[in-house]
Nanobody, 115 residues
Framework: QVQLVESGGGLVQAGGSLRLSCEASERIFYINVMGWYRQAPGNQRELVATIGRFGTTNYSGSVKGRFTISSDATKNTVYLQMNSLMPEDTAVYYC?????????WGQGTQVTVSS
């Protein structure tokens, strides 16, 4: 079982930046895909960005050009750099790992963007 621990959320003004971190309990090289999802109140959980084990990235249209996902295999950590934040980015952000047929989730970290 893969355990994921997120950190880096908080309150920021519109136009500001935050960096989220997700540390995995095992070597991320053995994880097929890691990613970030978010869920705002009253909304379904949605994809933000993913990164494959060989570095292929994918972004939702709403964050492309503003957010960057990256990984550091030496730290078993995936990052989400969020720039030019907007109030509509306010949500709980969840780290996700896919290994084989299994999906793992972190506990979530709150990101609040004030206007």
């Amino acid at each position: 079982q893969v355990q994921l621990v997120e950190s880096g959320g908080g309150l920021v003004q519109a136009g500001g930046s935050l960096r989220l971190s997700c540390e995995a309990s095992e070597r991320i090289f053995y994880i097929n895909v890691m990613g970030w999802y978010r869920q705002a109140p009253g909304n379904q959980r949605e994809l933000v960005a993913t990164i494959g084990r060989f570095g292929t990235t994918n972004y939702s249209g709403s964050v492309k050009g503003r957010f960057t996902i990256s990984s550091d295999a030496t730290k078993n950590t995936v990052y989400l750099q969020m720039n030019s934040l907007m109030p509509e980015d306010t949500a709980v952000y969840y780290c996700n790992a896919v290994r084989g047929a299994y999906n793992y989730w972190g506990q979530g970290t709150q990101v609040t963007v004030s206007s």
